[in-house]
């Protein structure tokens, strides 16, 4: 976009693009290219990289050990990321647990907790939906009783994603059923090993990934662990999930898939002729990169708007939907493209290079089984739509 070209811009992404050149390692890049499941050895060595620099949390402020960078120099960086292929910072530290701290924690709790968020000692999980309340997250039953000095957890959670590498998890719980289902929700936050926690894995369609149900067992948490005010944690939980929406979009990821979606129609051939010259599919691909241009366009209209302080309120959930139905889509248009090859999904690394058009397809075919879900979490596309339409349009 023209409002990112002015000489600071272009210095800033011409020193961002330099380091992902220079210090990306290759098997990190390969596993992004193959879309294996990355794991906890590699998310650490290569948040380590970042830590070194100072770059391990772009979007938290300095004092708190973060970059400080504005909030078009981050937007660069995650471009620039993307491009690279490089894995995502430690995404429920940075993006979610950082901030939920830094915004409502008290000076003990950040002192307690920040540092291991930053330097990815502790790694976290999300607690949010349960059994029976997935999109309707206000409905959820898993209840906290205060006790004393303590909270005793009991209920369930479910479709915890990265808990089987996590040591910390924080959560949204019952404290209150005496009012409306938005009231009575707290915040707690809690060691995965606590007892009276057990684990049930869920494995997705990818046959991949494994989620988790955790079932809560007279658990007890600490009262200190608690974050904000109690019976107030609804208001946290839409600011986080505010957060989360904005990184579904994931218009820079986008922008990567399509570039090797063309490389790979035109690594194919129908009779003598690349495949990317067929009227059809050349039609379909510019539906996709014009859709993409609209919603980047949106994001930065939202963004950057000068009376939205770079805070995202009811149109994230705008960007969630368009950006998760592109991304679905451009899974669904490499299988067609890929044909055969398509079917190459084994866990291994595939003996053909990643940088290979074709090896794309085996990525394709991973994140198409696994991004069924991605219109689902971080709130149905269905609600998000009623949320637009409420707040939004005013409906």
């Known amino acids: 976009m023209e409002a990112f070209d002015t000489p600071d811009d272009r210095t800033f992404r011409h020193e961002v693009r330099a380091f992902f050149e220079q210090n990306l390692p290759d098997d990190i ?18 948040h380590k990289i ?15 050990g973060g970059t400080g960078w504005s909030l078009k120099q981050q937007y660069i960086f995650d471009q620039e990321r993307a491009a690279a292929w490089a ?6 530290n940075i993006d979610m647990v950082g901030p939920l701290f830094i915004r409502y924690g008290t000076p003990e709790q950040n002192t307690r907790f920040l540092p291991r968020v930053l330097s990815a000692e502790d790694h976290w999980c999300q607690g949010f939906s349960e059994p029976g309340s997935g999109s309707d997250l206000a409905s959820l039953k898993c209840r906290a009783v205060r006790q004393g000095d303590r909270y005793v957890i009991n209920g369930a959670k479910l479709w915890q994603t990265a808990v089987y590498d996590s040591d910390m998890m924080f959560g949204l719980f019952r404290t209150d059923s005496s009012g409306k289902k938005q009231q009575g929700i707290s915040v707690l936050v809690l060691p995965m090993n606590s007892k009276g926690l057990s ?11 494994r989620v988790a149900q ?5 658990v007890e948490v600490p009262a200190e662990n608690l974050i904000g005010p109690e019976n107030q944690g609804w208001g946290i939980a839409k600011y986080l999930l505010t957060l989360e929406r904005l990184g579904i979009a994931e218009v820079a990821a986008s922008r990567a898939c399509l570039s090797r979606l063309k490389a790979l129609a035109n690594a194919e051939t129908r009779g003598n002729e690349p495949l990317f010259l067929e009227p059809t599919l050349l039609n379909e691909i510019a539906a996709i990169e014009a859709d993409l241009d609209a919603v980047e366009a949106t994001e ?12 995202l309120g009811p149109e994230s959930s705008i960007l969630k939907i368009q950006g998760t139905l592109i991304r679905q889509r451009l899974t669904e248009l490499t299988m067609r493209v890929a044909g055969p090859f398509a079917q190459e999904t084994g866990m291994e690394l595939p003996t053909r290079e990643p940088d290979d058009a074709r090896s794309f397809a085996a990525w394709a075919t991973r994140h198409y089984l696994n991004f069924r879900k991605i219109s689902i979490y971080g709130g149905s596309n269905e609600i998000q739509r ?10």
Request: with cysteine; net charge neutral.
């Open 300 to 311: 930065y209209r939202f963004l950057f708007d000068p009376q939205s302080n770079g805070e």
């Open 214 to 218: 955790c079932t809560f067992e007279d």
């Open 87 to 92: 894995p995502l910072p430690v995404v429920f």
């Open 199 to 209: 684990l049930r894995p869920v494995v997705l369609l990818d046959g991949m990934e």
């Open 50 to 64: 970042l830590l070194a620099k100072g770059w391990a949390a772009p979007n938290w402020p300095k004092e708190h």
């Open 386 to 395: 009623n949320i637009v339409a409420k707040a939004v349009l005013g409906l």
């Open 29 to 46: 890049r390969r596993a992004q290219l193959t879309g294996l499941p990355a794991g906890r050895e590699i998310s650490d060595r290569w």
